[in-house]
């Protein structure tokens, strides 16, 4: 009896498991594994080179792990002066290369290397000028947090190592106001002006954005001692600031949500300059300085 009733209990615990197995859906496949995005490389071109810090960068890794790098392998005829010229749009580049990938001479070099190209870095240098009062120039530029004095004038000077988009704003007790690309004058005559360079936001490398142009700069006032500055740099354009563009205000939020998207980990600061490593022309290049003078 009790055998009975034990085979009875392991018959039922059959059924069971065999009466789950039939309501699952059989027709329907295990689940797919997820798709990995796989980014294209950047098509580089040699003004994304006009200053490169190759003392900056790391070693190079050769098992193509670095998303920031393109591991090439070298075939039969090519040369460094060549590898550069279509990689990195300037043979000059080559010695860099050379030292990069710990090679003894631009020359050494054989089919079936390894070659390590790094991504392009932009950058910008973020300075300020001070005209004392009774001074007939701007002093030479300085870092952010030079002390002012009553009666001082200011100008900002910022400067790209690349041919780019430029953003600047400011951010004080009264809101946020754009200082580049400079707002539109329109007037009742002209309602629809026709953007000039400074309007455009277009930068061209280390050729130097003074703001305000002119003769005479900002008028130092102490409650403005801690006004903000946001600096955006990218090889495209920017299409969220873009917008701003055309927005009567600028709020806070509309700036900082572009903050947010930059790769702020990855920046090296040494004030003046603030440096990115991209991989990607649309990425961009955010940071923030004060006047705290």
Request: proline fraction near 9%; charged fraction near 25%.
């Amino acid at each position: 009896m009790k055998r009975f009733l034990s085979f009875f209990a392991i018959l039922n615990v059959l059924v069971l498991f065999s009466g789950c197995a039939y309501f699952q859906k059989k027709d329907e496949p295990p689940p797919l594994p997820p798709i990995e995005e796989v980014k294209p490389p950047l098509t580089m071109k040699s003004e994304y080179f006009k200053s490169f810090p190759w003392s900056e960068l790391q070693s190079p890794k050769k098992d193509g792990n670095d998303q920031d790098t393109i591991t090439v392998t070298v075939k039969e005829g090519e040369t460094l002066d060549g590898i550069a010229e279509s990689m990195m749009g300037n043979a000059s580049q080559a010695s860099g290369l050379a030292t990069f990938n710990k090679l003894a001479s631009a020359n050494s070099i054989s089919p079936g290397d390894k070659l390590v190209i790094p991504y392009p870095i932009i950058g910008v240098s973020s300075q300020i000028m001070i005209k004392s009062k009774g001074a007939k120039d701007f002093s030479e530029p300085e870092n952010f947090g030079a002390p002012f004095k009553k009666g001082d004038q200011y100008k900002f000077r910022f400067e790209s190592n690349v041919d780019g988009n430029l953003y600047i704003y400011r951010k004080g007790v009264k809101g946020v106001v754009a200082l580049y690309p400079a707002p539109l004058k329109k007037s009742k005559r002209n309602k629809n002006p026709e953007p000039l360079m400074r309007d455009s936001g277009k930068v061209t490398a280390y050729d130097p954005v003074l703001i305000p142009i002119g003769k005479t700069g900002f008028a130092y006032n102490p409650k403005n001692a801690g006004d903000m500055i946001y600096v955006f740099l990218s090889l495209r354009k920017i299409p969220e600031l873009e917008d701003l563009k055309t927005k009567p205000a600028i709020k806070v939020e509309d700036i900082e949500d572009v903050m947010h998207r930059v790769k702020e980990g990855e920046i090296k600061s040494d004030p003046p300059l603030r440096l990115l490593r991209i991989s990607d022309p649309s990425e961009v290049l955010g940071f923030t300085v004060n006047i705290d003078g």
